[in-house]
């Protein structure tokens, strides 16, 4: 396909919104809760890995040094550094969690048929002269249920 000599291929972002309606709602919270529940298992995956490497770690110490419940300096320092980076991990992971249950809070209470932004994609268009490119750049879709309802902008 050839393009006119006086039209211009161009690119825009579209907005892409949504209708709340019940199914919506219930199909958001589920995918936040998910996400929520990884985080957790997530949790109590290093919790556990932190102990296994503490766990060990003194019982390297009790073969070396021969003296159960002893600690040498420098396993304490590496115990402390493995505690130190598994709380900076686990502090990023709380945030992440906090902000996924802020989403969730946000989402329980949206009002039906209330429209929300679910994100951008992309389109082509051609543009020529005499074309108005503000009004050209500004076009979204809306869906209800996953289905387009509406297409608003100039295409």
Request: hydrophobic share 35%; glycine share 6%.
């Amino acid at each position: 396909m050839e393009i006119p000599a006086d039209q211009l291929l161009l690119k825009r972002p579209i907005t892409v919104k949504a209708v709340v309606t019940p199914l919506w709602k219930d199909e958001a919270q589920q995918q936040l809760q998910a996400q929520i529940n990884q985080f957790d298992g997530q949790l109590q995956q290093l919790d556990t890995q932190v102990q296994q490497m503490i766990g060990e770690l003194k019982k390297q110490t009790v073969q070396i040094i021969g003296a159960e419940g002893s600690t040498s300096d420098e396993t304490q320092a590496q115990i402390q550094n493995i505690q130190m980076q598994a709380n900076n991990r686990k502090s990023e992971l709380l945030d992440q969690k906090n902000q996924v249950l802020q989403q969730l809070n946000q989402v329980q209470s949206l009002e039906m048929e209330q429209e929300v932004e679910q994100g951008q994609i992309d389109s082509f268009f051609y543009v020529k002269k005499g074309d108005h490119l503000i009004r050209r750049m500004q076009v979204e879709i809306l869906l209800r249920d996953g289905v387009v309802e509406d297409i608003r902008g100039e295409l």
